[in-house]
Nanobody, 121 residues
């Protein structure tokens, strides 16, 4: 049973930083594009950052500058460094391992269980 395990969420004051981690063993991690999403209460999932298997990153325009995604294939882990946090960044953050084709077979995507980030004074 594949399981993505997220950690690093918590409560931080405005202007503070957090680093989220997502371990993704058993997912053929090195060939998977990975992403971080967030969900505000009652809202849809919102892409925060993505990273390709080769390490190319992409950010929605409104996420650029404060968030940095990275990956360590040796640890099968993706990270999200969040700086200058604002109250509106309060949300549940999820990591996702994108579906991939390998050897002619499709391997489905996986989601983590989510980690709460609260930005409050």
């Amino acid at each position: 049973q594949v399981q993505l395990v997220e950690s690093g969420g918590g409560v931080v004051q405005p202007g503070g930083s957090l680093r989220l981690s997502c371990a993704a063993p058993g997912t053929m991690f090195s060939i998977r594009p990975m992403g971080w999403y967030r969900q505000h209460p009652g809202k849809q999932y919102e892409l925060v950052a993505g990273i390709s298997a080769s390490g190319l990153t992409n950010y929605p325009v409104n996420m650029r500058g404060r968030f940095t995604i990275s990956r360590d294939n040796t640890k099968e882990t993706v990270y999200l460094q969040m700086n200058s946090l604002k109250p509106e960044d309060t949300a549940v953050y999820y990591c996702k391992a994108d579906g991939v084709y390998s050897g002619g077979q499709y391997y489905t995507d996986y989601w983590g269980q989510g980690t709460q980030v609260t930005v409050s004074s």
